[in-house]
T-cell receptor, first 115, second 112 residues
């Protein structure tokens, strides 16, 4: 089954404790990205990657890191989480045949709480 | 990137047709218009995409006027299961940037 998976689905942590949220897709997609969703603010892109070893900032990259060492994986790293990073996070992927107009396939989401 | 503006929320009743309009006044020539639907506790999923005039699929219709400064998602005869947040996305085919800006979305509440 074609899908985007994220782990963990729920995470409660404390300020300053480094964490990684994994994202993996099995559709051989080139484009992958991370979003955060907050009440009243909709979906905001954090980082995106056009292909392996190619990453770029989205609209809200501060406090986050990403890497793209393999085509299927795109982990989101919070080196020193803070309470304002408490949010619902989504990973998404798409092919590049149509550029960013291609259908974005979203993962199930990761709900992160930073105390 | 074209910024989009949508109503924050809309109410409807089962069986009615619902039209959600998105404004994108500074849309560029290469931009496409895509709508996504998001149910609670799930990631958004693709509904429909268009460039101009009208597009229809088994789920919805998308109306885009000639100036392309707005678009309207039309959901025929909604049911309770259509209660969701709907996002309008404007992005360029082969554009200068590959960043995506989804905006705040419209919460559609369908009542019995």
């Amino acid at each position: 089954e074609a899908q985007v998976t994220q782990n963990p689905r729920y995470l409660i942590t404390v300020t300053g404790k480094k964490l990684t949220v994994t994202c993996s897709q099995n559709m051989n997609h080139e484009y992958m990205s991370w979003y955060r969703q907050d009440p009243g603010l909709g979906l905001r892109q954090i980082y995106y990657s056009m292909n392996v070893e190619v990453t770029d900032k989205g609209d809200v990259p501060e406090g986050y890191k990403v890497s793209r060492k393999e085509k299927r994986n795109f982990p989101l790293i919070l080196e020193s989480p803070s309470p304002n990073q408490t949010s619902l996070y989504f990973c998404a992927s798409s092919s590049r045949s149509g550029g960013v107009t291609d259908t974005q396939y979203f993962g199930p989401g990761t709900r992160l709480t930073v105390l | 990137l074209a910024k989009t503006t949508q109503p924050i929320s809309m109410d409807s009743y089962e069986g009615q047709e619902v039209n959600i309009t998105c404004s994108h006044n500074n849309i560029a020539t290469n931009d496409y218009i895509t709508w996504y639907q998001q149910f609670p506790s799930q990631g958004p999923r693709f509904i429909i995409q268009g460039y101009k005039t009208k597009v229809t699929n088994e789920v919805a219709s998308l109306f885009i006027p000639a100036d392309r400064k707005s678009s309207t998602l039309s959901l025929p005869r909604v049911s309770l299961s259509d209660t969701a947040v709907y996002y309008c996305l404007v992005a360029a085919y082969g554009g200068a940037t590959n960043k995506l800006i989804f905006g705040t979305g419209t919460l559609l509440a369908v009542q019995p």
